[in-house]
Nanobody
Framework: QVQLVESGGGLVQAGGSLNLSCIAS????????MGWYRQAPGNEREVVADITRSKNINYAEFAEGRFTISRDNAKNTVFLQMNRLRPEDTAVYYC?????????????WGQGTQVTVSS
């Protein structure tokens, strides 16, 4: 069983910053790609950024230049530093990890953390 627990969400004014964290725990051998996704009411879940174990990074266009993803492989943790937040960034942010439990990788999700940006 693999658990992903996010933290760091909250209410912030436009232009402010938040730093999300997600830690993976449980019985697994290895985590490859970790990522952050978000889902606003009425919208589909979308990728924000992801990072491979070797720290190759991809950002969604809206995240470029404002958000920074990082990870600590030793601690099975991924972070998302979000700066210059906008009201349209309001969403539930989910952590995702491709995790090897037996002999193949499977995708696991956290429960989500709410980010609300007021104008």
């Amino acid at each position: 069983q693999v658990q992903l627990v996010e933290s760091g969400g909250g209410l912030v004014q436009a232009g402010g910053s938040l730093n999300l964290s997600c830690i993976a725990s449980g019985n697994f051998f290895r985590i490859s790609t970790m990522g952050w996704y978000r889902q606003a009411p009425g919208n589909e879940r979308e990728v924000v950024a992801d990072i491979t174990r070797s720290k190759n990074i991809n950002y969604a266009e809206f995240a470029e230049g404002r958000f920074t993803i990082s990870r600590d492989n030793a601690k099975n943790t991924v972070f998302l530093q979000m700066n210059r937040l906008r009201p349209e960034d309001t969403a539930v942010y989910y952590c995702n990890a491709d995790t090897m439990v037996t002999s193949y990788y499977d995708s696991y999700w956290g429960q989500g953390t709410q980010v609300t940006v007021s104008s």
